[in-house]
């Protein structure tokens, strides 16, 4: 069984890895995840880029042609109305920045698709998951066994029971035999 401290340090080797695009110089099945979920992100931020930059020109645009003839000194109205457009304007460049660096993680993960910053690692000792909101890891010697299984789709999802020293977990799984075959993984050396 793998202690803490050694599963901690693996997924910080591991997380180094995938945020340097280094994952295919580790020894391991590097198992790339589908782009979806990165379309479905560049183009929440491309609507609400446009969204903030719309609010952000309407604003500025009365504010000055409109407003400004009726307020020839500042008070308190205008300063209020220039941080609110200042505010609109700052999230419309945040949220333009964040699509167009997504724009190039997918434009990276299309032409070295072995260079993806996400996706599922599988080391001897390993396996470590990596995707846009969160990163696990599990060690193989702390599997006690396989709680639940089930078949959908060609996809086979799996329930872990985990000893993590004091205490025990249930991860789930979700794969694809004909990526990896998981089962035979869990397997080895028992």
Known sequence: MKTKK????????????????????????????????????????LGTSILFGTLFCYLSYNAWFIDAVYYWHIDGPVLIGIAIIALFFICFISLTNRYIQIGRELKNALEQPERSPYGVLITEDYYFEHNPS??????????????????????????????MGGHYEIRGITYNESDFDFKAWIALDK
Do not use: C, M, W
Not at 15 to 35: C, E, H, M, Y
Not at 135 to 161: A, F, G, M, T, W
């Open 134 to 163: 969160n990163s696990h890891i599990i060690s193989r010697d702390n599997i006690v066994r396989i709680d639940h299984e089930e078949e959908k789709d060609q996809e086979i999802y799996l329930e872990l029971l985990l000893d």
């Open 6 to 45: 050694e599963i901690q340090l693996a997924a910080l080797t591991f997380s180094r890895a995938f945020k340097t695009s280094q994952v295919s110089n580790l020894d391991g099945t590097f198992i790339p995840f589908k782009l979806t979920h990165l379309y479905k992100e560049q183009q929440f931020y």
